[in-house]
């Protein structure tokens, strides 16, 4: 499974990004989707998944503020990002389960500051 991410940047805190993940295989196909994030200094941490079925979830710190969504015909998940804070910054990956194997993205940066 590949995944092509895009979308990440430069944004002032209140500001807003979309992220987003092309799979090569059908959504439908992988058991869930979903963004991580890694800090400088700090461990990857879950941010959203969803799962094939459309199960949702969310961590607590970007719950309200980042809402993740998938268009099936493009076999593309997005993060949209709204709200945000300088803690959000971090490079952000796109994680696939196929069959119980993880893949991941190249990863994207964002820069929250002002």
């Known amino acids: 499974v590949q995944l092509v991410e895009s979308g990440g940047g430069l944004v002032q805190p209140g500001g807003s990004l979309r992220l987003s993940c092309a799979a090569s295989r059908s959504i439908f196909s992988l058991n869930h989707m979903g963004w991580y994030r890694q800090a400088p200094g700090k461990q990857r941490e879950l941010v959203a998944t969803?799962?094939?079925?459309?199960?949702?979830n969310y961590a607590d710190s970007v719950k309200g503020r980042f809402t993740i969504f998938r268009d099936d015909a493009k076999n593309t998940v997005y993060l949209q990002m709204n709200s945000l804070k300088p803690e959000d910054t971090a490079v952000y990956h796109c994680n696939a389960d196929y069959t119980g194997i993880d893949y991941w993205g190249q990863g994207t940066q964002v820069t929250v500051s002002s």
């Open positions: 969803i799962s094939a079925g459309g199960v949702i």
